[in-house]
């Protein structure tokens, strides 16, 4: 199995690095790089930027707008986009709903939807998870009852990321009541201003609304949003979830996150010495950068294997498991790190809102923010208790 970068990826990078250089705002960088919170203006900005360049939908292909970018090249963009402090592409209309449509939308949802989504004219969330069915998402309650040329919908979604900016929602619903679990749930693109939906936002531990509650009642969809088959949504559905599940491990986050966790251990002072010189310091950080290393070798085992031809298998859930693991465990070193200063600032430090920087070392303000908000990576894409049982299943016989 050939790992080494080919000649035309090596160009490729070189080719984003400068684009990165030439076209990433400094000031979208900068509140990046200290974790501050984006504002949907500049969420949009960004894709803007990478949708004039034709980079937005790395993933799509060329007939649909998209960049038609192999494994390896959507691995080498997303890597120096996250070391060059880029806003990450939003993955609801791009990673998750576009590919679906492609596979299994009709032509007039194609033609309608995809180039909104590459030209920000919608913004897209999620509507899968319930208050009785997150890891267990079979368990959908969400009812679309059939009303002529309209489906009725009434429930409730839960969790559901940055729905207070979305115009549009991609829903299961249960169309057949009396079918088994799997059976009976439709795949839904509903519209956000429709009468009978209420969005309440859920303040997370970090003190941020970032995920919402998105209630249905009584709300009228054409039956024309229905994407495939009525009662074949189990099977979209997973198929999203297969591209959500891309690049999960998330090594260019890590990588960058384990560069800035360095900045600050050689900044602070621990008994006279830059705390990256503590022994018990220095033990932690080099175990993380140890399962960081081998995860991007596994890592650039699957893009190999995804170049072959070849469909990763328990592989993709081991990545998420350790991606996840080496992401939490670079956020509480950091939290640790930075000592008092870790302390939660005024929100105003977050949005960088304030003219005065807040005390201490300049990631302070987001440290503990970031190591609550990134408890969440245990959990979506899978638990990581559902990708251990794959991996005892699959390659363990158990």
């Given at each position: 199995m050939d790992m080494s970068f080919s000649p035309d990826d090596q160009a490729f990078r070189a080719e984003v690095r400068q684009f990165l250089k030439d076209r990433l705002p400094a000031r979208l960088s900068e509140k990046v790089r200290l974790q501050q919170e984006l504002t949907k203006d500049e969420i949009e900005e960004w894709h803007a930027v990478l949708n004039e360049k034709g980079w937005l939908a790395g993933n799509w292909p060329v007939e649909f707008g998209?960049?038609?970018?192999?494994?390896?090249?959507?691995?080498?963009?997303?890597?120096?986009?996250?070391l060059a402090h880029a806003p990450r592409i939003l993955p609801f209309g791009i990673a998750m709903l576009g590919p679906v449509l492609q596979k299994f939308g009709s032509k007039e949802q194609q033609d309608r939807f995809l180039p909104r989504i590459l030209n920000g004219?919608?913004?897209?969330?999620?509507?899968?998870?319930?208050?009785?069915?997150?890891?267990?998402?079979?368990?959908?309650?969400?009812?679309?009852?059939?009303?002529?040329?309209d489906y009725i919908v009434n429930g409730q979604k839960t969790w559901t990321t940055l729905g207070q900016h979305a115009n549009w929602i991609f829903c299961l619903v249960r169309t057949d009541p009396t079918a088994k679990a799997q059976e009976g749930i439709s795949f839904l693109l509903i519209d956000m201003t429709s009468p009978g939906i209420t969005v309440r936002p859920i303040v997370l531990l970090d003190g941020t609304p970032e995920v919402n509650e998105v209630f249905f009642d009584d709300v009228r969809v054409p039956t024309e949003n229905l994407v495939g088959e009525e009662n074949k949504g189990w099977t979209y559905a997973k198929y999203l979830l297969t591209h959500e599940r891309t690049n999960i491990a998330g090594v260019g986050f890590a990588t960058a996150g384990l560069a800035a966790l360095k900045r600050v251990a050689r900044a602070q002072q621990a008994q006279g010495k830059p705390l990256i010189e503590n022994p018990l310091f220095a033990a932690r950080l080099a175990e993380i950068e140890i399962d960081l290393m081998a995860m991007a070798t596994t890592n650039l085992r699957m893009l190999a294997q995804a170049a072959a031809g070849q469909v990763p298998g328990a592989e993709s859930s081991m990545l998420k498991l350790k991606g996840t693991q080496i992401r939490q465990a670079i956020n509480d070193l950091t939290r640790r790190a930075v000592g008092p200063w870790a302390l939660a600032f005024p929100s105003e430090a977050l949005e960088g809102a304030n003219d005065d920087l807040p005390p201490g070392p300049p990631e302070a303000a987001a440290a503990t923010r970031a190591y609550l908000n990134n408890r969440k990576l245990s959990i979506y894409g899978g638990s990581n208790e559902i990708q251990r049982g794959i991996i005892a299943k699959s390659l363990l016989g158990l």
């Amino acid at each position: 199995m050939d790992m080494s970068f080919s000649p035309d990826d090596q160009a490729f990078r070189a080719e984003v690095r400068q684009f990165l250089k030439d076209r990433l705002p400094a000031r979208l960088s900068e509140k990046v790089r200290l974790q501050q919170e984006l504002t949907k203006d500049e969420i949009e900005e960004w894709h803007a930027v990478l949708n004039e360049k034709g980079w937005l939908a790395g993933n799509w292909p060329v007939e649909f707008g998209g960049a038609g970018w192999t494994a390896i090249q959507r691995h080498i963009f997303e890597e120096e986009s996250a070391l060059a402090h880029a806003p990450r592409i939003l993955p609801f209309g791009i990673a998750m709903l576009g590919p679906v449509l492609q596979k299994f939308g009709s032509k007039e949802q194609q033609d309608r939807f995809l180039p909104r989504i590459l030209n920000g004219q919608d913004w897209w969330c999620q509507g899968y998870s319930e208050p009785g069915a997150g890891s267990d998402l079979a368990s959908v309650k969400t009812t679309a009852v059939r009303d002529g040329d309209d489906y009725i919908v009434n429930g409730q979604k839960t969790w559901t990321t940055l729905g207070q900016h979305a115009n549009w929602i991609f829903c299961l619903v249960r169309t057949d009541p009396t079918a088994k679990a799997q059976e009976g749930i439709s795949f839904l693109l509903i519209d956000m201003t429709s009468p009978g939906i209420t969005v309440r936002p859920i303040v997370l531990l970090d003190g941020t609304p970032e995920v919402n509650e998105v209630f249905f009642d009584d709300v009228r969809v054409p039956t024309e949003n229905l994407v495939g088959e009525e009662n074949k949504g189990w099977t979209y559905a997973k198929y999203l979830l297969t591209h959500e599940r891309t690049n999960i491990a998330g090594v260019g986050f890590a990588t960058a996150g384990l560069a800035a966790l360095k900045r600050v251990a050689r900044a602070q002072q621990a008994q006279g010495k830059p705390l990256i010189e503590n022994p018990l310091f220095a033990a932690r950080l080099a175990e993380i950068e140890i399962d960081l290393m081998a995860m991007a070798t596994t890592n650039l085992r699957m893009l190999a294997q995804a170049a072959a031809g070849q469909v990763p298998g328990a592989e993709s859930s081991m990545l998420k498991l350790k991606g996840t693991q080496i992401r939490q465990a670079i956020n509480d070193l950091t939290r640790r790190a930075v000592g008092p200063w870790a302390l939660a600032f005024p929100s105003e430090a977050l949005e960088g809102a304030n003219d005065d920087l807040p005390p201490g070392p300049p990631e302070a303000a987001a440290a503990t923010r970031a190591y609550l908000n990134n408890r969440k990576l245990s959990i979506y894409g899978g638990s990581n208790e559902i990708q251990r049982g794959i991996i005892a299943k699959s390659l363990l016989g158990l």
